[in-house]
């Protein structure tokens, strides 16, 4: 084989090799342009529109998203819930606090009030 016929043919090769590298990379640029548009479109909007409207819209067709708002709202209603509970027993134990805080301040009046009285009466026998 002549060398200008190699490399006529190795010329031909590059040019075959760089054409489907070129299609190959306007095919995945291609799938990527229409599956970004098909199916991540449509959850960014859905995702915009509920940070517009700061809570859950009848109008997201995805399914999968509506179960996960779903059961983000039921963690929500759950942990208000129990914030509401924990806060009920917190103003109780601060009654309860108050309570006792004022009954050992009675306590104690009444504890120096029978001491002062001993030591006048210890005083009074001497």
Partial sequence: MRKSDFDKDMRTENIKNAALSILLLLAAVSCCYYFSRRFLSP???????LKMENEMADFIDIPEIADLF???????????????????????AEDEKEALSREYRKI???????????????????
């Avoid at 001491?115 to 009074?124: A, I, N, P, V």
């Fill in 43 to 49: 959850i960014l909007q859905s995702l915009d529109q």
């Fill in 70 to 92: 779903e059961f983000l709202a039921q963690k929500d209603r759950e942990h208000d819930a129990s914030l509401s509970v924990l806060t009920e027993e917190k103003l109780a």
């Fill in 108 to 126: 104690q009046l009444e504890y120096e009030e029978t001491k002062r009285k001993l030591h006048e009466s210890d005083t009074c026998r001497s």
